[in-house]
């Protein structure tokens, strides 16, 4: 993280702010105000991970996931009983990202459910969208398949077990 000294002064008196109106966390905030005045590079980098990136195109893709997630479950609810009977419905749900690996996508995913209030219908769990597992390159495979079928919102119990296996 590049700042000139005038950032690193406005950021130092950040720390010291939020040590005074935080005391239960005053001893973070003093150390990381430390670091910023006396300009450590090695820990700075500690200060980025907090600020996160996610490109237009990998929120996109999130949404295309939680879309596909809305498809089959939509499509599940339209199936007879007979053919809802073939599908596990537990694989239906939503599970998120990996908060380990994955944690920007965990934060988007929370991000859209409950600041913007999309897919409601989603269960958030326990876990809060943490699947607890690497799930971008499943979903990826997902999304192929999903993509391929050519009603994607009338999905019948074979398409989806082709989806889930994906």
């Not at 944690?103 to 929370?110: D, E, K, P, S, T």
Request: aromatic content about 12%.
């Amino acid at each position: 993280m590049d700042m000139t000294n005038a950032q690193r002064l406005i950021l130092s008196n950040q720390y010291y702010l939020m040590s005074q109106m935080d005391p239960a966390n005053a001893e973070k905030y003093k150390r990381q105000q430390l670091i910023v005045e006396r300009g450590y590079e090695l820990q700075i980098r500690e200060l980025d991970k907090d600020f996160g990136c996610i490109t237009e195109t990998e929120c996109r893709e999130i949404i295309d996931f939680m879309e596909m997630y809305h498809a089959m479950q939509e499509s599940y609810n339209m199936l007879s009983e007979e053919c809802q009977a073939k599908v596990d419905a537990r694989r239906l749900q939503f599970l998120g990202f990996d908060i380990a690996t994955e944690a920007q996508q965990v934060n988007y995913v929370r991000f859209l459910t409950s600041s913007e209030g999309l897919y409601p219908q989603f269960d958030k769990a326990d876990h809060h969208f943490n699947s607890q597992m690497p799930m971008l390159d499943k979903y990826r495979r997902m999304l192929t398949t999903w993509r391929n079928c050519p009603r994607q919102y009338h999905l019948c119990s074979t398409e989806l077990a082709q989806i889930f296996n994906a």
